[in-house]
């Protein structure tokens, strides 16, 4: 009773990495709380498929629930499992990736729960908090950080008095790694007639498409990225070929994807991709707090800007100061020469 848990996505019986990150962070809280870390995926034929991409990131208990009709994912019947699972469980922490399927479920099952949520969510610590209207004092409760109010604040949002504390997190913010510790690693397989009705099931998925990314821009070990001050989509010819001879990605500020330069795929930050490379080169990014949380933790941070008091370049490892057009053909140059 009041564990951690976490919904596992699945695309058929592979295991979303989002939710093996959210493992690996779910894992952690759980220590800190001293609580168990409990573990929900929910799909058809699933059974001996999902158990091994589930259980080594620390998992005490796993729920699968395995049926005709929930894969593909629909609504109805995934929110009558958790709700239900949850009346029974009565969890204090509930971990779900923002993405399309974490965006729908999530609202659904805090609001029958009479919970609360908080969305995009780039860091969860537990702490206490004191109420200064009521003076009451709340130990171990999970701080949901974000930025919030177009990025230009980061807000740190509690649930003193609902449970679960639920909290979505988008893929690459939390990093997932294999849990070194002991984990009772218990399997069950409950009835999912108990838990769904009949008509939850009405709707049916007729046609389903899934396209795969057009490239590897969470993975690279090396990424590039452009903000508006690169000033054109002409300026972004330069930072691919760059990309090309370092043999990493492209990626964008938001203002550059919404001036058409760039794809929306490629835009880095709270409202795209996050990434972790080994170095990030940012060109004629000014640095706001939202693209910052995209990016932080990359290993090499170097900024390209013609303003040397841009805010990105508190966060940079090496500065360069001076337009993209100058710099980067001479760093591409220079690489050549350099790497023969």
Request: aromatic share 8%; charged share 20%.
């Amino acid at each position: 009773m009041n564990n951690v848990f976490v919904y596992c996505e699945i695309e058929g019986t592979i295991v979303a990495e989002v939710s093996q990150e959210l493992l690996t962070k779910g894992r952690k809280l759980a220590d800190e709380l001293g609580v168990e870390l409990h573990a929900v995926v929910a799909g058809t034929g699933i059974r001996g498929h999902v158990e091994d991409q589930i259980l080594p990131y620390g998992v005490d208990k796993l729920f699968v629930f395995d049926r005709e009709g929930l894969f593909p994912y629909t609504s109805a019947p995934h929110t009558d499992i958790m709700v239900n699972l949850f009346k029974e469980e009565q969890p204090q922490i509930c971990l779900m990736g923002a993405t399309v399927i974490g965006r729908d479920l999530g609202p659904r099952v805090s609001s029958s729960l009479t919970s609360g949520l908080t969305a995009d969510c780039t860091e969860l610590e537990i702490g206490g908090y004191d109420d200064v209207k009521t003076g009451k004092h709340y130990d171990n409760l999970l701080y949901q950080i974000r930025p919030a109010f177009g990025g230009n604040i980061v807000a740190t949002i509690v649930n003193p008095d609902h449970r679960p504390q639920m909290a979505t997190v988008r893929s690459g913010v939390m990093q997932k790694a294999l849990y070194e510790g002991q984990a009772r690693g218990e399997v069950v397989y409950p009835d999912v007639d108990r838990y769904v009705p009949a008509e939850a099931y009405v709707v049916q998925v007729i046609e389903r498409t899934v396209q795969a990314a057009q490239h590897n821009l969470k993975g690279a070990p090396i990424v590039v990225a452009g903000g508006y001050g690169v000033g054109s989509k002409e300026g972004f010819d330069l930072l691919f070929k760059l990309a090309k001879e370092l043999h990493g990605e492209v990626g964008a500020s938001r203002a550059a994807v919404d001036a058409g330069w760039v794809d929306h795929d490629r835009q880095v930050g709270q409202t795209g991709v996050t990434v972790h490379p080994k170095v990030y080169i940012a060109c004629g990014i000014s640095g706001q707090i939202q693209h910052i949380a995209g990016m932080q933790d990359a290993g090499i941070i170097i900024s390209i800007n013609t303003d040397p008091d841009a805010p990105i370049n508190r966060i940079a490892d090496y500065v360069i100061v001076g337009s993209c057009e100058e710099v980067v053909p001479k760093l591409i140059k220079y690489y050549k020469q350099n790497s023969k």
